[in-house]
């Protein structure tokens, strides 16, 4: 029922409305990483939405079937207003005949939309598909390519981690190796980097990158710099052969006398094969000493299609690598988590695998993320808490030692977690007021004593130090009598009242 104008109308206000929406999801604070894939993917379909929008408008004022200029002539005509009450009938008509019909505005439609994007629903929290070693788009998942790379023949056989750091050096592989199994390996590559950059960055137009994949290589195939396929500086003399005559030679030993190269060139002047010995070379261009280029042996001829069907499919070759080389270009930071993720899962030992596993298979699906965010977080290890608010991972728990728990007496019977706790405690006031309640100074001699009676004990022994140490007049004291003898003040006066100085 709707009218052209109204066709017009409405798919400029849906383009206005989808330009709003993408502000909105420029706009929008993206904490996670699933937050920011989720989000490139709404702006996706927001923008094959517009395009979709902008086609339909283009054809629509193209009006090539004329309907728009004669809706346009009917309402600037001599009797607009007969057919303003025209339209307004049939209207009418439409609306009492379908009664029951409502249709949804563009208005709810994308509040509706809003609303989503500020509280996502459990079934939009995973709008693509990822598998549990990608991580949801953190990691690459590159186990089936490993396997195909462990199959091909004549190639060093790595291990994942290595093959991680390695895979995209392939510049470094000889191309004699690079046969028909490599090529469908370099196909299963790129197909799986080109689908996980399409899931990852769905705003990267894939085909303009492919577009221009091509050029740039093209180019460097062209001039020969393409990396591991640098062309042959002999191939350079195929088309520039020079001709020999072969009157003024009457043997193959005199064609010798020119050596390796001149026979090479004259060879390929004729379009035959130019390798082997000299003798051979020599041979070889004698024998067509006065015989029709047409009436030579096709054995001798040099088979230069089949050099070019190689060179098209080295060129293949090197294509695909092209695209490799671009896409972990772009899929450079998850490649380089990948490599940090499996390092630190092969450095844990098989115990703390099998706790990792416990906890997963222990810990419950979250009903939803926009439950009450005050509720107690599941924590059945007694983990502390992060920053967030949710327990550490068991990980970092043991790697700072928070298993190991430590009891101090003086403090009142008060339990620390981890080592670095535990130092920090002798100077912090729970301590200093425990010793100051036993009498004893917190000084650097009681460090890592718990036990009352320990610090007590210690305490007696210091004290009966500095008694030993102290300076007493009468034994410390010196005196010096007539003759010159020096004694302490204790002898001096016993002398003294004997008479004796």
């Not at 004259?266 to 280029?293: N, W, Y």
């Not at 054995?299 to 089949?306: E, G, H, W």
């Not at 060129?315 to 990948?338: D, P």
Request: negative net charge; glycine residues 6%.
């Amino acid at each position: 029922m709707d009218t052209v104008l109204e066709q017009q109308r409405r798919l400029h206000e849906e383009r206005e409305r989808i330009e709003d929406g993408l502000m909105r999801e420029k706009m929008l604070k993206k904490n996670t990483v699933r937050e920011r894939i989720n989000c490139e993917h709404r702006m996706s379909q927001l923008l094959d939405r517009s395009t979709a929008c902008a086609t339909k408008l283009i054809s629509l004022y193209e009006d090539k079937d004329g309907l728009r200029q004669e809706e346009i002539m009917a309402m600037s005509g001599m009797d607009e207003f007969a057919e303003f009450y025209r339209k307004l009938k049939q209207l009418r008509d439409h609306h009492k005949k379908y009664a029951d019909d409502t249709e949804e505005p563009l208005e709810m439609e994308f509040l509706r939309l809003d609303e989503e994007r500020k509280n996502p629903p459990e079934e939009l929290q995973n709008v693509v598909h990822f598998t549990d070693e990608e991580g949801y788009g953190k990691f690459l998942d590159l186990h089936e390519i490993y396997d195909q790379f462990l199959n091909l023949k004549q190639m060093e056989k790595l291990d994942y981690l290595t093959y991680l750091k390695t895979f995209d050096h392939l510049f470094e592989i000889p191309k004699e190796k690079k046969n028909a199994d490599y090529k469908r390996y370099l196909e299963s590559m790129g197909d799986y980097l080109a689908g996980y950059l399409e899931r990852t960055q769905p705003l990267v137009d894939q085909h303009a990158l492919l577009g221009q994949i091509k050029k740039d290589f093209t180019e460097k195939w062209t001039k020969g710099t393409f990396p591991g396929w640098k062309k042959d500086t002999g191939s350079v003399m195929i088309h520039t052969g020079a001709s020999l005559d072969l009157s003024a030679f009457f043997s193959p030993e005199e064609l010798m006398s020119l050596g390796l190269d001149r026979l090479k060139s004259a060879l390929q002047a004729l379009g035959l094969k130019c390798g082997g010995t000299l003798e051979e070379r020599a041979q070889r261009l004698f024998s067509t000493k006065g015989v029709p280029l047409e009436r030579l042996d096709p054995a001798l001829k040099a088979r230069t299609k089949q050099g070019k069907e190689l060179d098209e499919k080295h060129e293949e070759i090197a294509l695909l690598e092209a695209q490799v080389y671009a896409y972990i270009e772009l899929l450079g930071e998850q490649r380089a988590s990948t490599y940090e993720n499996v390092e630190r899962r092969m450095a844990r030992t098989a115990e703390e695998l099998q706790e990792e596993e416990e906890e997963e298979e222990e810990e419950p699906q979250p009903e939803s993320e926009s439950e009450d965010e005050d509720a107690v977080p599941y924590n059945p290890k007694n983990l502390p808490l992060g920053w967030d608010g949710k327990p550490i991972p068991y990980w970092l728990y043991k790697l700072h030692g928070l298993n190991v728990s430590y009891t101090c007496e003086i403090c009142g019977n008060a339990t620390y977690r981890g080592p670095k706790a535990f130092q920090r405690h002798f100077s912090e006031w729970r301590h200093a007021h425990g010793m100051r309640c036993l009498g004893i100074p917190n000084t650097a001699h009681f460090a890592n004593i718990t036990l009352i009676a320990d610090a007590l004990a210690l305490w007696e022994k210091i004290k009966t130090l500095k008694v030993r140490e102290r300076w007493l007049a009468e034994n410390e004291e010196e005196f010096e009598d007539s003759i010159g003898n020096v004694v302490n003040k204790k002898t001096y006066q016993d002398l003294r009242r004997q008479g004796l100085l």
